[in-house]
């Protein structure tokens, strides 16, 4: 089992462990930092079942899901989540996912976790295309997406069961021979 590292200016990815439960349920538990999630707000046990699929899925041979912990870069903390999940009937392509604390947003953090994403999937595991979807109405991830050099590519009706229902999601996406390390 390979472990992820990966460090950028701000930020640093690594594999989630038993330890980051409670700076995961930071996230994953609050209202606000999963709005767009298509799940309510999650308990602590959810969480901790959520780390050891993770802790199987490290383990699995081809890895084809990549649950990271998002850490300050300066105090090694962890404000983030960010997961890579490579499709099996398509191994060069792989969609993404992430949240940070509340308390990170509006600091441009979500543009150079993207980066930091898009970087490890094309450097280090040799992707060729990196997708993620949002919300229409989540406007700082179309903002953060656009600014890492993502491109939209249009909207899927209906395609996201939230608890309210049935909602559109708007996909964006990066090709390794038209994306720039920025």
Known sequence: MRLVRCDGVRLGLRDVSEADVAALHAIYGD??????????????????????????????????????????ADHRDVIGVARLHIEADQPHSAEIGLGLRPDQWG??????????????????????????????ANLPAQLA????????????????????????????AALKDRWIDR
Do not use: C, N
């Not at 450097?123 to 229409?136: C, E, F, N, S």
């Open 31 to 72: 209202p606000a930092a999963t709005r767009y999630m298509p799940f309510e707000p999650l308990t602590p046990a959810e969480v901790t079942a959520l780390v050891e699929e993770a802790g199987r899925a490290a383990a699995a041979e081809p890895r084809l899901l990549y649950v990271l912990a998002v850490v300050d």
């Open 107 to 136: 600091r441009g953090m979500g543009t150079d976790l993207i980066k930091l994403l898009l970087s490890f999937g094309f450097k280090q595991l040799g992707l060729r295309r990196i997708w993620g979807a949002r919300a229409p």
């Open 145 to 172: 997406m656009l600014t890492a050099g993502m491109i939209e590519e249009g909207l899927v009706p209906r395609q996201v069961l939230t608890p309210e229902g049935w909602r559109d999601s708007v996909v964006h």
